[in-house]
């Protein structure tokens, strides 16, 4: 279970079954972690928001995700206010929501690196994951 300003998200049907016999009794939708973020879905598993982590210079935050018709799954540059309603983050400022994408990318247990901040991976993997990510020329 990952938790998002009081809204929680289940990773799967126990997790949900669980939520749903809890004493608050509520659960908002599922999530599915990425090796870049997390994906949020509504009740009927479609989805609607990625909380993303961007590799390049640390930064954390929410954009907008769809269902296309071949199967894939789609992710626009930001959020709108049906989104934000949703997620429950509409009166937050940027640096909030910066904050509250990098709570649950931590909470749902995606790694969280990237070249420049890597509070969650030793200076050694840091390294490999940089070198990897951004090849030295031969």
């Given at each position: ?33 990425a090796k870049n973020g997390v994906l949020f879905m509504d009740l ?20 907008n995700a769809s269902k296309l018709e071949n199967g894939r799954t ?55 994951i940089a070198n990897h990510i951004f090849p030295r020329p031969i």
């Amino acid at each position: 279970m990952i938790t998002l300003q009081g809204k929680t998200y289940a990773k799967n049907a126990a997790e949900m079954r669980r939520a749903l016999s809890s004493p608050a009794g509520t659960c908002a939708g599922y999530y599915r972690t990425a090796k870049n973020g997390v994906l949020f879905m509504d009740l009927q598993k479609a989805p609607f928001a990625f909380a993303a982590m961007d590799v390049t210079n640390g930064g954390c935050f929410f954009v907008n995700a769809s269902k296309l018709e071949n199967g894939r799954t789609w992710y626009q540059f930001g959020t709108n206010e049906i989104t934000e309603k949703q997620l429950g983050i509409e009166a937050l400022s940027y640096s909030e929501q910066h904050n509250a994408a990098r709570d649950v990318i931590r909470q749902a247990g995606a790694p969280l690196y990237s070249r420049f901040y890597a509070p969650d991976v030793s200076p050694l993997d840091a390294a490999r994951i940089a070198n990897h990510i951004f090849p030295r020329p031969i």
